[in-house]
Nanobody, 123 residues
Framework: QVRLVESGGGLVQAGDSLRLSCVGS????????MGWFRQAPGKEREFVAA????????YYAESVKGRFTISRDNAKNTVYLQMSRLKPEDTAVYYC????????????????WGQGTQVTVSS
């Protein structure tokens, strides 16, 4: 069992930056690939970014490429999502997730999920 807790969300203005954190506990955090997803009101959950368990392989949605950066610190059992040049369309609840397999990281087939943190970007 892996427990994930996100933090760092909030209300910001367009163009601002924000860093989300996700702390894992339970089973060995470093053995899991980690991903960030988001869900806006009335929309399906969508992939944002993912990283392999070593952090050497990263994937990004086209909509955030060049603006968001995923990273992880396995010594701290933490994965981060640095978001810059935020846009109103980035408004959503952001979830981190852990997956034992290193495949299909851009799909929501993850083993464990956090409870989410709200990010609201005003125009």
């Amino acid at each position: 069992q892996v427990r994930l807790v996100e933090s760092g969300g909030g209300l910001v203005q367009a163009g601002d930056s924000l860093r989300l954190s996700c702390v894992g506990s339970g089973r060995t955090f470093s053995g899991y690939a980690m991903g960030w997803f988001r869900q806006a009101p009335g929309k399906e959950r969508e992939f944002v970014a993912a990283t392999s368990w070593r952090g050497s392989i990263k994937y990004y949605a086209e909509s955030v490429k060049g603006r968001f950066t995923i990273s992880r610190d396995n010594a701290k059992n933490t994965v981060y999502l640095q978001m810059s040049r935020l846009k109103p369309e980035d408004t959503a609840v952001y979830y981190c997730a852990a997956r034992a397999s290193a495949t299909m990281l851009t799909t929501p087939n993850y083993d464990y999920w956090g409870q989410g943190t709200q990010v609201t970007v005003s125009s």
